[in-house]
């Protein structure tokens, strides 16, 4: 059984501070790692993509992987309220074409003024 | 480009009942995913098309089937509506190639059943 585990929440943080959120996968052969967005009531909306281990950034969000340690985090900076919402950390299962993802059970955060 | 769309959005069927939800998605995606969530269980995979053909299976009862069509609008089915069956289905579409594992979801279609 494929496993994501995301760190436990809700996390809350002050507007403008940066957030961080973690998640690691039992997947060794994965190769694509995702975060999505969850507002309430709605359905996820795709923040990042990643391959290749080390950081990769777009606009206040950076993405890290590490498949040594088996390890993706997503760093939001400058956080605003608007991220508040919960994140998902998402894999593709490894050694296939096809695209199944098991994801993580979500982290919800709350970004306060 | 327009998004993966679903319909119907909302759904009341009662125990016992069937019930088919559709998908369409982007236009040049041809592999369909459908999940279920629920706030117990989370996001979990059911199934996955690709021209036409389910390549992949979550671990769910038989009475949850799909299908694909040559447009690759697709289609899933449950069977025999028990009340556990109540959540936010949602289908993403994926443009399968290199480097394109990207899949984009739908609004969903929520399910309840009484």
């Known amino acids: 059984q494929k496993e994501v585990e995301q760190n436990s929440g809700p996390l809350s943080v002050p507007e403008g501070a940066i957030a961080s959120l973690n998640c690691t996968y039992s997947?060794?052969?994965?190769?694509?790692f995702f975060w999505y967005r969850q507002y309430s009531g709605k359905s996820p909306e795709l923040i990042m993509s990643?391959?290749?281990?080390g950081d990769k950034e777009d606009g206040r969000f950076t993405a890290q992987l590490n498949k040594a340690s088996q390890y993706v985090s997503l760093l939001i900076r400058d956080s605003q309220p608007s991220d508040s919402a919960t994140y998902l950390c998402?894999?593709?299962?490894?050694?296939?074409?096809?695209?199944?993802?098991?994801f993580g059970q979500g982290t919800i955060l709350t970004v306060h003024p | 480009k327009a998004g993966v769309t679903q319909t119907p959005r909302y759904l009341i069927k009662t125990r016992g009942q069937q019930v088919t939800l559709s998908c369409s998605p982007i236009?040049?995606?041809?592999?369909v995913s459908w999940y279920q969530q629920t706030p117990g269980q989370g996001l979990q995979f059911l199934f996955e098309?690709?021209?036409?053909?389910?390549?992949n299976k979550g671990n769910f009862p038989g009475r949850f089937s799909g299908r694909q069509f040559s447009n690759s609008r697709s289609e899933m089915n449950v069977s025999t509506l028990e009340l556990g069956d109540s959540a936010l289905y949602l289908c993403?579409?994926?443009?399968?190639?290199?480097?394109?594992?990207?899949?984009?979801f739908g609004p969903g279609t929520r399910l309840t059943v009484l």
């Open positions: 990643i391959y290749s281990n």
């Open positions: 998402a894999v593709k299962d490894g050694g296939t074409s096809y695209g199944k993802l098991t």
């Open positions: 098309y690709f021209s036409e053909t389910q390549r």
């Open positions: 997947d060794r052969v994965s190769q694509s």
């Open positions: 993403a579409s994926r443009q399968s190639g290199l480097r394109t594992d990207t899949q984009y």
């Open positions: 236009s040049g995606h041809r592999s």
